[in-house]
Nanobody, 130 residues
Framework: QVQLVESGGGSVQSGGSLRLSCATS?????????????MIWYRQAPGKEREFVSS???????SYANSVKGRFTISRDKHKNILYLQMNSLKPEDTAMYYC???????????????????WGQGTQVSVSS
């Protein structure tokens, strides 16, 4: 009922910027609107577990992993149903597949588990070279 599609990944050099997008479509009129979704970004590097990157709750409260704090900015456009992740000062260690996820929660953060989120996108690859 809720579909997520990421875009905006690519290859950049260290210090560069990218903006990821996650477009949300809600198929059923019986499903709550986008405004009720808590949105979150995860990433998974090769050979590593998926990790929390950033989240934005329904009231606009944001949270970030320490590794991206000050460099990444999460935002959402409730009119267009799009989630963004502005990534600046990229480092090689930011190289990963980035996933957006969503769930009908008023609040979410890095303290939540992946299993708490029913809806996932297919991912978009970010590669940062030194």
């Amino acid at each position: 009922q809720v579909q997520l599609v990421e875009s905006g990944g690519g290859s950049v050099q260290s210090g560069g910027s990218l903006r990821l997008s996650c477009a949300t479509s809600i198929a059923s009129i019986y499903t709550y609107s986008y405004s009720y979704l808590c949105m979150i970004w995860y990433r998974q590097a090769p050979g590593k577990e998926r990790e929390f990157v950033s989240s934005i709750s329904t009231d606009g409260t944001t949270s970030y992993a320490n590794s991206v704090k000050g460099r990444f900015t999460i935002s959402r456009d409730k009119h267009k149903n799009i989630l963004y992740l502005q990534m600046n000062s990229l480092k090689p260690e930011d190289t990963a597949m980035y996933y957006c996820a969503a769930e009908y929660l008023a609040y979410c953060s890095g303290g939540y588990q992946e299993a708490d989120f029913r809806y996932w996108g297919q991912g978009t690859q970010v590669s940062v070279s030194s």
